[in-house]
């Protein structure tokens, strides 16, 4: 079970700082994916568009975490953990967070705008479908996991975008259905924390556990199999003897179990608290992340 006191380390934080979530920052990593997994990143070209893109994002990510929080107030009051956010907790008047708000909307729009037409409509339309999540489609089961995914999805293209590389099949596929997983499996563990009658969270109440943890699965195995397609692809040039894509396909699967795990112990409610400190699936991360690199390295 999560810790319903807030960590000694983050409590210290400024209210405004920890207002716009800290932890919750390493999500944008998934900004760079395309620029690493194209090999594009070793251009120093790429490099101007990657930072804007990834300013962008956590910018407007900070602007959606404060609505979030104004527009939910009332009720994080009444939830054993959201009620320490500094809205919630009285400690960041409302003024200041809307100014907050709408200052970091128009940075992050303007960043992206410096970069290209193209990031600049998606960090737009990012910025629409998270409005409408948090003014009224958060309340619907369904859509509100897919609108929550299609911000981990945005984020992937985000880089594609912004650095004019072409997104694979494979690539959008993985990362389309991983960020389903991430929020099911999110969904999922909130609803054995807290249950329906004790739910806060609206769409919570339209969903059972038994169908959340299918979706999940079911995430989770298109995952796999669209990346061993990927892995096992015909016509790719064979540089070694060991064929580092197939030897990365087990330890991503091995993560991914790990994480489900975690999900069916209902201790994957905040997605990036388990990238920071479980050590298991840090471990079988940075295995993956490493034979992938090897990957892709040995093909340059």
């Not at 810790?3 to 998934?30: C, F, G, H, V, Y």
């Not at 054995?192 to 969903?207: C, E, F, N, W």
């Amino acid at each position: 079970m999560t810790n319903p006191e807030p960590s000694s380390r983050i409590s210290r934080l400024p209210p405004w700082l920890r207002a716009i979530r800290p932890t919750q920052w390493t999500k944008n990593i998934l900004v760079a994916a395309a620029p690493i997994t194209s090999l594009q990143i070793f251009h120093a070209e790429t490099w101007g568009p990657l930072a804007c893109a990834l300013f962008s994002f956590l910018f407007v990510s900070f602007s959606i975490y404060l609505l979030n929080d104004i527009v939910d107030v009332e009720s994080d009051r009444l939830h054993p953990t959201k009620r320490f956010r500094p809205i919630a907790a009285r400690q960041l008047p409302l003024g200041a967070a809307w100014t907050m708000a709408v200052a970091f909307a128009m940075a992050s729009l303007f960043i992206a705008g410096i970069a290209s037409l193209r990031l600049l409509c998606l960090i737009a339309l990012y910025l629409v479908l998270q409005l409408s999540y948090s003014l009224y489609l958060k309340k619907i089961p369904i859509l509100d996991i897919a609108l929550v995914a299609s911000g981990f999805l945005l984020r992937a293209v985000a880089g594609g975008v912004a650095c004019d590389i072409a997104l694979s099949q494979w690539f959008l596929l993985v990362t389309s259905f991983g960020s389903l997983f991430v929020v099911a499996g999110k969904r999922y563990s909130e609803l054995k924390q807290v249950g329906t009658d004790g739910a806060t969270r609206i769409s919570l109440r339209g969903y059972t556990p038994s169908f959340l943890h299918s979706v999940s699965t079911m995430s989770m195995a298109i995952v796999i199999v669209c990346y061993g397609l990927w892995a096992f692809r015909e016509g790719q040039p064979q540089v070694s003897y060991i064929d580092w894509d197939v030897i990365s396909v087990a330890p991503l699967t091995l993560a991914l179990l790990r994480y489900s795990q975690l999900i069916d112990q209902g201790l994957a409610g905040e997605p990036e608290s388990v990238l920071l400190h479980d050590r298991l699936f840090q471990l079988l991360t940075l295995s993956w992340l490493v034979s992938a690199a090897v990957s892709v390295l040995s093909a340059r």
